[in-house]
């Protein structure tokens, strides 16, 4: 397992944008899937975004089309760019990270607040 550290929340208004950053404690190159989730007041935990090792990326539909994830290896590190931020992205985002060969996450990050004002 590899510690996960997000940064980059904050307080935006609508319209705005955001880019919250996951740096990771060791190589996220062998990790198949890393991703963004994110807790609103009252409600479940829900996936935002993904992207496999390979570079492939599934959104919620919620975001498509607004936000994007990356990663960089040689960072270790995995971003998600959120443009035209809505009243209703206001959560904690929390990235994690599956094992090699794993779908399943295994890692979790403590979480960064995104507030988003109308």
């Known amino acids: 397992q590899v510690q996960l550290v997000e940064s980059g929340g904050g307080l935006v208004q609508a319209g705005g944008s955001l880019r919250l950053a996951c740096a990771a404690s060791?190589?996220?190159?062998?990790?198949?899937?890393m991703g963004w989730y994110r807790r609103a007041p009252g409600k479940s935990r829900e996936l935002v975004a993904m992207i496999l090792s390979g570079g492939d990326t599934n959104y919620a539909g919620s975001v498509k089309g607004r936000f994007t994830i990356s990663r960089d290896n040689t960072k270790n590190t995995v971003y998600l760019q959120m443009n035209s931020l809505k009243p209703e992205d206001t959560a904690v985002y929390s990235c994690a990270a599956s094992a090699p060969r794993s779908w399943a996450m295994s890692s979790w990050g403590q979480g960064t607040q995104v507030t988003v004002y109308s």
């Open positions: 060791g190589s996220i190159f062998s990790i198949n899937v």
